[in-house]
Every structure is written in C-alpha cells, then in structure tokens.
C-alpha cells in the first residue's frame, strides 16, 4: 500500500469507529431548524451533510482543515525558488488533515506523474467534438470518457466489499486528479492552437507541469499563479454546488468519474464556476463599449447601472454564504500588487472593487455586495496571455478537483449512505401552514 494511502487508512479507520460511537450515543440530537424560506430558497445554511476537507466562515472565508489562504502560503512546501504553495501540498491537507513535509510533496508530486497518461480513447473523444464546443462540455464529456478506466467500477463489479469502496475510490481519485492537467491543455490547445499540443514535462511539479502545456507562457511567473490558482480554487466546504453535485452522485456509488463530471457540469452554470468567464466577458465589453482600457470610476459606475438595469448580475460579485471580501480574491490581489501591478487591467479590476459594492448595497437586497474568486482570477490570466476566457472554469475545474474527490474518499470511508432529502409541493406548504393557523386559533 503507497504511504499515503496507508496513513489515510489509519486515519479514516479511526474516525470511522468514532463517528459510530458518536451517532450510536448522541444521533437524535438536533442540530438545526428549517424555515420555508430556506425551504424555497436553495437551502441556504441548512446544516445536512459532513465535508472534512474545509468549512467556510461567511467572514473569515475559507479554511482548509482549519487553515487560511495566509497560512497555507506559509505552511505548505513551495517549489525551489518558488513563494507559493504546491497544490500538492493542499492535497495532503485536505485528505490527511496534516501538513506535509516536503518529502510528502515531492512524492505526491512524483506519485500523480507516474499516474497521469490519460488512455488514448479520451484524445478520440475530444477531437470528434467541434472546435468551438465549450470547453466545460468537452471537460465533462473527458471525464466521463476516462471512467472506462475506473478502478471502482472494476472491481465493485468483482463484487469487492463494502470495506474496500473507499480504496477503490482513492484509486480512481489519484488517476483522475493526475491526468486532468493533460486533458485540460489538450482541450486548450484543440480549441485555440489548432491541436498543436505541447507534450507533459515530467521534470515539473502538477501546476507548473499545467502551465507548460498550456504552452502560452514559460516564466516562473506563470507557474507561480497557476500554483496559487490551483490551491485557492480547490475546496469552498461541501454545500456549493459543484462539492454538492459530486457528492450526490458519489452518494449513489457511482464511480469517482461519473461524481466528478456531475461537480463540473454544476460548476459550468454562470453563477458559480462559468462566473470567472463571466467577469472578464462583461470587463472586455466595458472596455469595448467606452472605448478605453482605462476607464473613469464614474464610467465604470454607470456601466455597473446600465448592466443592473438590464436586468443582469454584475459577475464576480456576491455569495451565498460570503459576507466580506473573498480571501481568494484577497489573496490574487496580492498576487497582482506583486508581479503586474502596473498592468491597466488589473487597475480597472480594483477600480471595480472599489465601485461596485456600494452600488450593490444601495439595491437593499444583495447579501453580500463583496467580490468573490471569479472577480480577480481572469485578470491574472489575462496578463500571463491565457486570453480565451471560455477555458477559465476549465482551470477552476482542475484545481476543484483535488478537493470534492479528496472529500469523496472520505466519504466513501465512513460509508455515507444514499443522499436523499425530503421535498414538499406548494399545495403541501399551503395545507402545512393552513393546519398551523388552525391549531393557534
Ligand atoms: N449583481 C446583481 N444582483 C445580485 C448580485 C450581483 N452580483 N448578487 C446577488 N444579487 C441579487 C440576486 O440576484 C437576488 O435578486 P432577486 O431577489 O431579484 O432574485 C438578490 O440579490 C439576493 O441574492 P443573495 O441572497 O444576495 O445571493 P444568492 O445567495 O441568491 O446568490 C450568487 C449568490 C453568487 C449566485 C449571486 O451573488 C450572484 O448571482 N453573483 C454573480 C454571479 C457570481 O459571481 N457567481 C460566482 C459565485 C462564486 C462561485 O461560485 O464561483
């Protein structure tokens, strides 16, 4: 058994038997109300399922294992010369609940080479697809295509046992999370590169082996962002969507494939992952329309008004669950302040920044009028020549990857059942409340 593998056992064992214990004396405690509010409107905060790999503070942001975006970049390994973190490492986060070494890094990094050729099928799969196909379909459809590959449905199909669902899965995690990269620049450059493709470096660490398939940008700049861009996307708690759909078709044991597609088709919608597109889509017509790359805060005022009254959203702003400026968009600021600061599109991001929530605020309906990830992330692509923003939820979904099939490990580990919540029609919540007037009467 490889040694990660073997620590998550040991680790998952354990929690395993407390996590019985704990139903078996406490499981009739209750731990939250519904209102028909939540009811009607997307379950916001209801309290239904258990995510190990992070947990989101609506002030704070995200924690992965307890750990901040600032704390991470302190704590976890960094490539020779390099300032950020190594994906790697998060994943070793994510799935230990420890902090790697750099030895633990180095072997991941090593481990997910040694599993990254993706069968030739998947290549097949994709050129029969139009070149202007979007990239999240071909993404979603790569995904599924690799699952002939799944080493679940294998050997659940030999009829394995229940204890072993969870190793199966680590299996299929480790193949998918390594080969992703590689479809991901294969879609990159069938799309906007004619099929030139540019062939893996297996010297490189998994983002900046990405980054040099991309085949835009060689700098050790480059690497660096795709290296934050890869931590900081990977992981916002289970109850987004795209850690949702993953986790409910995981839940009907379909295989680590089948799951993933699931989060990436949910992570494709314009209010979640497709935001990031979104975003530099609405900043480029702004610029087009006022015919300047340096707009006005007062030009940019009255494009943020016209969009409103158009009857849109402005991307890149608000959050179910957010209720202060996003530390991933905190921490690509930083990015930014660091290697472009001078670069005019990054200064029309912050010149949003400063406009938009206000304008959000003033509406009195916007719960968090703040920026998310999506504001921030194109800009930064943008600069390094990742222009073709239609891949952008592509690199989003790399990186979400590592952490909705880390969780699914888990999942399978302390055999979570079959999701399955409760709906109610409309004529149900009328006679519910009808009955609820009666008895105060
Ligand atoms: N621009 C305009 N109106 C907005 C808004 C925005 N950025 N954010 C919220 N609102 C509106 C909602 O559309 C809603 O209007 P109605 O009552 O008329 O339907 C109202 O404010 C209340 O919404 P909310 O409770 O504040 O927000 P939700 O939890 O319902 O939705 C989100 C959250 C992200 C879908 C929403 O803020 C939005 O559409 N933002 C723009 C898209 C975006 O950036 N998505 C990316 C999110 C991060 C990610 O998943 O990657």
Do not use: C
Not at 110 to 135: G, I, T, Y
Not at 166 to 185: F, G, K
Not at 318 to 325: D, K
């Amino acid at each position: 058994m490889d040694p990660l593998k073997a620590k998550f056992q040991e680790k998952a064992l354990a929690a395993f038997t407390e996590m019985r214990a704990m139903l078996k004396e406490k499981g009739d405690t209750v731990v939250g109300d519904v209102n028909l509010k939540q009811v009607f409107g997307g379950m916001r905060g209801v309290k239904s399922m258990v995510w190990e790999t992070s947990q989101l503070d609506p002030i704070d942001g995200i924690r992965f294992r307890g750990y901040s975006i600032p704390e991470l970049k302190e704590l976890l390994p960094k490539a020779p010369g390099g300032k950020e973190p190594l994906p790697e490492g998060l994943f070793h986060l994510m799935l230990l609940g420890e902090v790697p070494t750099e030895e633990d890094v180095k072997w991941i990094s090593k481990e997910w080479q040694r599993r990254s050729a993706v069968p030739p099928h998947v290549f097949k799969v994709l050129d029969s697809f139009p070149q202007d196909a979007h990239p999240m379909t071909q993404l979603s459809a790569a995904i599924v295509a690799m699952g002939t590959e799944s080493v679940f449905s294998r050997r659940y199909a030999e009829g394995m046992s229940k204890t072993e669902y969870w190793d199966a899965t680590y299996e299929d995690a480790m193949n998918l999370i390594a080969r992703l990269p590689r479809v991901a620049a294969y879609i990159y450059r069938r799309t906007f590169h004619d099929g030139d493709h540019i062939q893996p470096d297996v010297s490189l660490d998994w983002a900046a082996n990405f980054a040099h398939m991309l085949g835009i940008n060689d700098s050790a700049d480059f690497k660096s962002l795709m290296r934050l861009y890869l931590t900081i996307h990977a992981d916002h708690e289970g109850g987004n969507a795209s850690a949702h759909a993953t986790h409910l078709s995981g839940s009907t044991l379909s295989n680590a494939y089948y799951a993933l597609a699931s989060g990436m088709n949910a992570l494709a919608g314009p209010l979640h992952g497709l935001a990031n597109q979104e975003v530099i889509k609405w900043v480029f017509s702004m610029l087009e329309v006022l015919g300047t790359d340096t707009p006005t805060k007062k030009q940019i005022e009255d494009y943020v008004h016209n969009t409103l009254n158009a009857g849109k959203v402005i991307p890149g702003y608000g959050h179910a669950v957010l209720r202060q400026p996003d530390p991933r968009f905190v921490a690509q600021r930083t990015f930014a302040e660091e290697y472009m600061k001078d670069d005019p599109l990054i200064k029309v991001v912050w010149d949003i920044f400063d406009v938009v929530p206000p304008i959000l605020q003033s509406l009195g309906k916007v719960k968090n009028p703040w920026p998310n990830v999506d504001a921030h992330s194109g800009a930064l692509l943008v600069h390094y020549g990742l222009k073709e923003y239609s891949f952008y939820t592509v690199v989003f979904g790399v990186s979400r990857a590592m952490g909705v099939l880390a969780a699914l490990v888990w999942s399978r580990a302390l055999g979570f059942p079959l999701e399955r919540p409760k709906s109610v029609t409309i004529k149900w919540v009328k006679e519910y409340l009808a009955k609820q007037e009666e008895s105060v009467a």
